[in-house]
């Protein structure tokens, strides 16, 4: 059995509870990537490859990363990280050449 509310509000209320939803979303996601951002070094060590091999991973597309236009530094997260070595297992296996 579901377990449905039915809630009657008028237009404004209606937005107002939808803008409060997603600010509130805004800063969960923003607390949330605060102490998950790491630079290409600390990336490099957190999935086990040299750092050789994690710009290779960015420049192919391989890795979700952040650089902003002119800028030279470069931000990668943990949990992209994570999401995408989850679907992506081979991107830890050493490289043979």
Request: proline share 3%.
């Amino acid at each position: 059995m579901k377990n449905e509310v039915l809630v009657l509000a008028n237009a404004d209320e209606f937005r107002r509870f939808f803008k409060d939803l997603l600010e509130q979303e805004y800063v969960d996601r923003n607390q949330k990537f605060e102490n998950d951002e790491m630079n290409q070094r600390q990336a490099a060590a957190f999935i086990g490859v040299s750092e050789a091999t994690i710009i290779k991973y960015k420049k192919e597309g391989k890795i979700p990363y952040e650089q902003l236009p002119g800028s030279k530094k470069v931000r990668y997260y943990k949990s992209e990280l994570k999401r995408t070595l989850g679907k992506n297992r081979h991107l830890l296996q050493p490289s043979r050449k």
